[in-house]
C-alpha cells in the first residue's frame, strides 16, 4: 500500500508525559498536514509543510506542540508535558501542488488517550 | 472567518432512498469545496470537489454543485445503498489548509 501512513494507530499516555507521532506521506507528496480530530467534529487544521519547511501554524499549535520534517520526507509531531484536553484523533494528510487544485490523501490517524 | 455548517445527524434512510445532506459556507472569496467521506475503520477519503461557483461535483453516484448566491454545497444522491454507510464531512479550502464541517453521520438500512 503506498497510501499515507501513520504510527502509531493508537497511544495511551498518563497526564504530564511526551509523545511523539510519525507520518510518511506518499512518496512524491511535498506538502505534508496534520490535524486534530476530536470526537464528533470534523479535523482542524494544526500546521504543514512544504518539503522541509514548515509554512503555516494554526493557534491551536501551543507551544508543547512541535512539528518537524527534517528531510521533506517523513514528519513528527511532538506533544510535551500532555493534558487530557489533548485527547484525540491526530490526523497527517499529504498532497503534491500542481497547477490544479492538489488534493489532500489523509492517513488513518493516530488516536491519543491521555489518562 | 471562515467556516462550514452541516446538517446534524445521524442520518438515517432505507437503501435506494433519496439523499440530500445540507451544507452551507461562509468564507472571503470563493473558496474551493470539497465533501470527504469517512468509512468505519478508515482514513478520510476526498469524494467530489468543485472550484468555483455553478460548478458540479459528482462522483460514485453522489453530486454537489457550487452555489455562490445561497453559499452552499449540498451533498446529494439519488439511490443509497447500505454500504454508502459512514461519515460526510464538506469543507472549504482557504489558502492551503481545508476547513471542515462537524460531519454528518448517514445510516443506510437495507
Known amino acids: 500500500d503506498t497510501g499515507v501512513s501513520q504510527d502509531p494507530r493508537h497511544k495511551i499516555t498518563k497526564r504530564g508525559q511526551n509523545v511523539t507521532f510519525r507520518c510518511d506521506p506518499i512518496?512524491?507528496?511535498?506538502?505534508l498536514y496534520w490535524y486534530r480530530q476530536t470526537l464528533g467534529q470534523g479535523p482542524e487544521f494544526l500546521t504543514y509543510f512544504q518539503n522541509e519547511a514548515q509554512l503555516e501554524k494554526s493557534r491551536l499549535l501551543s507551544d508543547r506542540f512541535s512539528a518537524e520534517r527534517p528531510k521533506g520526507s517523513f514528519s513528527t509531531l511532538e506533544i510535551q508535558r500532555t493534558e487530557q484536553g489533548d485527547s484525540a484523533m491526530y490526523l497527517c494528510?499529504?498532497?503534491?501542488?500542481?497547477?490544479?487544485?492538489?488534493?489532500?490523501?489523509f492517513g488513518p490517524g493516530t488516536r491519543l488517550t491521555v489518562l | 472567518g471562515n467556516s462550514v455548517t452541516q446538517m446534524e445527524g445521524p442520518v438515517t434512510l432505507s437503501e435506494e432512498a433519496f439523499l440530500t445532506i445540507n451544507c452551507t459556507y461562509t468564507?472571503?472569496?470563493?473558496?474551493?469545496l470539497f465533501w470527504y467521506v469517512q468509512y468505519p475503520g478508515e482514513g478520510l477519503q476526498l469524494l467530489l470537489k468543485?472550484?468555483?461557483?455553478?460548478d458540479k461535483g459528482s462522483n460514485k453516484g453522489f453530486e454537489a454543485t457550487y452555489r455562490k448566491e445561497t453559499t452552499s454545497f449540498h451533498l446529494e444522491k439519488g439511490s443509497v445503498q447500505v454500504s454508502d454507510s459512514a461519515v460526510y464531512f464538506c469543507?472549504?479550502?482557504?489558502?492551503?489548509?481545508?476547513?471542515f464541517g462537524t460531519g454528518t453521520r448517514l445510516q443506510v438500512f437495507p
Open positions: 512518496s512524491e507528496h511535498n506538502r
Open positions: 494528510a499529504s498532497s503534491r501542488t500542481s497547477g490544479s487544485i492538489d488534493e489532500q490523501f
Open positions: 468564507a472571503t472569496g470563493y473558496p474551493s
Open positions: 468543485a472550484t468555483k461557483a455553478d
Open positions: 469543507a472549504l479550502r482557504r489558502t492551503d489548509k481545508l476547513i
